[in-house]
């Protein structure tokens, strides 16, 4: 059997809001975190100041607080836990990947049992955030150079990785797939995808079932 990887963006992808933005709500700063964001996306902000100067909005705040945010609504976009189950029962290495916080990323990523998360690793006192510095990220392009580890380690071919986004922050993620899915599509994406959708992940299982990745090919 072939190995199989799914690469996927977290908020606009597999949540319906933008992760880092709620948690900013703790300490009042969500619509200030959301206007950060959407200058980006516009092409109005570089990638790494703007997620610095989000992060650094949750200095002081604690990780048992996010949790419990979560714990009352982990956010999910429709058929999002209906997607990974079948990806793991399909033999599907998955990967989320993301700017937002790895304390953040690890919840969900015991909630639907993905394999690997790749995101930004704060500054702690305890378990309280203390922000990040530039010299904190691995490097400019840290989401593309960690994905590129975990298909590395699995040897994994081009044609045999699918990749997932919402925008434009997406495209270096998508360079590294065979197969490419826009959802709920933002900046233009969708002309780099090989698919685009809206709303609910299960059309992904569709996609999935009915192509390349049939059990013929495997």
């Not at 902000?45 to 714990?71: A, C, H, M, N, W």
């Not at 002309?191 to 495997?218: P, Q, W």
Request: aromatic fraction near 8%.
């Amino acid at each position: 059997m072939k190995t199989q990887l799914f690469l996927s963006d977290f908020d606009g992808t597999l949540v319906n809001r933008d992760i880092l933005d709620v948690v900013c709500g703790i300490k009042g700063k969500e619509e200030e975190s959301h206007k950060l964001n959407m200058e980006f996306i516009q092409g109005k902000r570089e990638g790494l100041p703007t997620l610095k100067q989000r992060i650094d909005f949750l200095k002081g705040v604690s990780l048992e607080e996010i949790y419990s945010i979560l714990k009352k609504d982990p956010f999910l976009i429709e058929g999002a836990k209906e997607l990974f189950t079948y990806l793991k029962s399909n033999g599907y290495i998955t990967v989320l990947h993301s700017g937002n916080l790895v304390p953040v990323l690890s919840f969900y990523q015991d909630y639907l049992g993905i394999d690997y998360i790749i995101g930004t690793t704060p500054r702690m006192s305890g378990n309280i955030i203390q922000g990040v510095e530039i010299e904190d990220f691995l490097s400019r392009n840290f989401k593309v150079d960690g994905c590129q580890k975990i298909i590395d380690k699995y040897n994994v071919d081009k044609k045999d990785i699918i990749a997932i986004g919402d925008s434009p922050s997406d495209l270096g993620v998508f360079q590294l797939a065979g197969t490419t899915i826009a959802i709920n599509a933002k900046g233009g994406i969708e002309k780099n995808a090989t698919y685009s959708i809206s709303e609910d992940l299960k059309e992904v299982i569709t996609l999935l079932s009915n192509r390349i990745f049939s059990n013929e090919n495997k």
